[in-house]
């Protein structure tokens, strides 16, 4: 989403490390991809910022497609990573958990000291879906894993806290996603995380009317 801090790649929850040309060319891949898309980064922008020949490039990967196709995986899973090991993730309360995402995905993109460098999936959506159908549906899971993920949470605090709200954990959780994805866009075009920050604060007000908690308690439904 934000940060990307690749250490190799998560096999059956166990992290394999890459050989280390090609994690530099990984590394390349996802930072330059990251910033001018796909179509705009050439093998030759990538061998640069990973620092080797063609010929380094060529021996861990048969062409860009390809490079982007475990780009987009290692970026999804880092994001996964990122997201397992948060502190929020070890409250115990789900509703915390549900506002804690919240704010750790706000300092994620940057808060207010950086902008957003954006998401490689959503650029990838957004500039492969037609002409990549397998890196649309490598994006597609990645949306749909952050939703289940996030629906995890809100199923648990709706069960706790509001068994008899209307709203639906699987909806609001697709609704989370589509909000991150187009804010991120959006701060990268105004060159400010303002927007990302106003639609999280909206969507955390719409939490806490969905839960019934009084709008005045921005900062967690506990305190």
Do not use: W
């Not at 789900?94 to 506002?99: D, I, N, T």
């Not at 954006?118 to 492969?128: D, S, T, V, Y």
């Not at 639906?168 to 075009?189: F, H, N």
Request: proline share 4%.
């Amino acid at each position: 989403m934000a940060s990307y801090q690749p250490v190799g790649v998560n096999i059956n929850n166990q992290t394999i490390e890459l050989p280390e040309t090609k994690r530099k060319i990984l590394d390349a891949g996802v930072q330059i991809m990251r910033s001018k898309g796909f179509s705009a980064t050439s093998v030759d922008d990538v061998c640069l910022g990973a620092g080797v020949s063609k010929g380094a490039f060529f021996h861990y990967f048969k062409s860009k497609d390809e490079l982007a196709r475990a780009a987009a995986d290692i970026f999804s899973e880092n994001n996964a990573r990122q997201i397992h090991d948060a502190p929020f993730k070890r409250l115990t309360d789900p509703l915390a958990r549900v506002f804690g995402r919240l704010d750790f995905v706000r300092e994620l993109a940057g808060g207010s000291e950086r902008v957003t460098k954006g998401c490689l999936i959503g650029m990838f959506a957004q500039e492969l879906s037609s002409s990549h159908p397998e890196l649309r549906r490598v994006c597609q899971e990645s949306f749909c894993r952050v939703a289940r993920d996030f629906e995890q949470d809100l199923t648990e605090a709706k069960a706790q806290y509001a068994p008899q709200a209307g709203f639906t954990p699987k909806r609001l959780a697709l609704m989370y996603v589509a909000m991150v994805q187009g804010s991120l866009m959006m701060a990268k075009t105004a060159d400010s995380n303002d927007i990302l920050a106003e639609n999280l604060e909206q969507f955390r007000q719409c939490l806490q009317s969905l839960f019934g908690l009084p709008q005045s308690s921005a900062a967690s439904p506990l305190n």
